[in-house]
């Protein structure tokens, strides 16, 4: 590629931050333009799997990312009774080369930032810069922001995150997808349950369901963690989907108030959260196009997906990485943004459909449906641990991140 190329990232993001360090490894400018006047280290927990470490491993973080969040070595699934379905090593425990990691949402975005200011400077990662929509010609975009100058640059990269500006100028008819369920997410300081390294998935949608992870060891001193939750239950209407909007207990906590387990208190782990806060489940149907001439979309802005399964930062990790890779290898940076696309669309719409189809609780869905939503005494009665296993494998190919996919840096 010309080095000249001038490449401009709307957003900072996970998905901003990673393409602006996947770019600097291999010796290409680019310049930032985050809306957020300053980073601040927001949002609760976020589970990187395998497929995402690959990609943050390949950047020089892993030993990072470690240190701050938590390596997972189950995960299990349990009914709504505390009952539990079945179990499986993950990450490195369960034959991958990379670990799984449960962390803080907002200190892997830091880490992604202080790497990309330490690496690229100051000047090439701007904060209070919102874009507001981009032109452009045969010489190039001119991207506008709000109360600013306009900057002008060969190709945009719209990381903007789920509410994109710049995919609304170029979809204008887009919009969120709500498909009824409403979630609120806690962290809760408390005494690690089960090994302290699991990911429990408990109930089921249908019933009412939480899923819990740590994302912090000894937070204190005193050997407690701080424990991620989500629950996630149906609703009717939905809000607006704001990120930092504040949950309210009240709301939710009906349904867990009796879910009292001899592993854990439900109950009292929702009760004791330092924060809670409310999510909708939504994402946005695929779209046929993320290029327009010198703009493409990348991570949230390109394929929003329900903020379960684990898969938006590695997707937008992943996004990150083949662009860079191709606007590397491209003479005209162009070229680079519909190679990037006819990569990435169909492959991520695939999880996107996937999410709403077969979502991960799938499995306690099914014991639900079968044991007649009552305690069992035996399972295997109604399916057996190698079905079980069958039907997490499956989800994992379709999602991209089985044992083999993750070894051979698929796409
Ligand atoms: C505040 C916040 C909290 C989150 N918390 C969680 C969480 O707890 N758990 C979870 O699983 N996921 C969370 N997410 C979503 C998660 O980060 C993404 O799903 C995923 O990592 C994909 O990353 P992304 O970079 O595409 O999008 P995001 O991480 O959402 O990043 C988009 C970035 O673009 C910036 N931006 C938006 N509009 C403009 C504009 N017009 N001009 C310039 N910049 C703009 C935003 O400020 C943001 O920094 C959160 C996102 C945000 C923004």
Known sequence: MSQTARIAIIGGGI????????????????TVFERAPEIKELGVGITLLPHAMREFTALGLQDELLKVGIENRESAFFNRFGQLIYKEPRGKFGGYPYPEVG?????LHRILYDAAIARLGADAILTDHECVGVDQDDRGATIRFKDRASVTADVVIACDGINSALRKQFVPDDKIAFAGINTWRGITRRKPILDGRTYMRVGSIVTGKIVIYPIVDDIDGNGN????????????????????????LADFFDIYKDWKFDWLDVAQMIRDADQILEYPMVDKDPIPRW?????????????????????????????ARTLADFLASSA???????????????????????NRAHPPDFINIKVEKLTGDQPFDNLDKYITQDELRALSENYKKVAGFAVSDVSHGKR
């Open 15 to 30: 998905c901003g931050l990673s393409l602006a360090l996947n770019l600097h490894r291999h010796g290409i400018a680019c």
């Open 103 to 107: 962390i803080h949402r907002g200190k």
């Open 225 to 248: 963690q701080l424990i991620n939750w989500m629950a996630e239950i149906t609703q009717d209407t939905v809000g607006q989907n704001d990120w930092n909007k504040a949950g309210d």
């Open 291 to 319: 290029t327009f001439g010198r703009v493409t979309l990348a991570g949230d802005a390109a394929h929003p997906m329900y903020p379960r399964g684990s898969n938006g930062a590695a997707q937008s990790a992943i996004d």
């Open 332 to 354: 005209d940076p162009r070229d680079a943004l519909t190679s990037y696309e006819t990569a990435r669309r169909e492959v991520t719409a695939n999880v996107v459909r996937t």
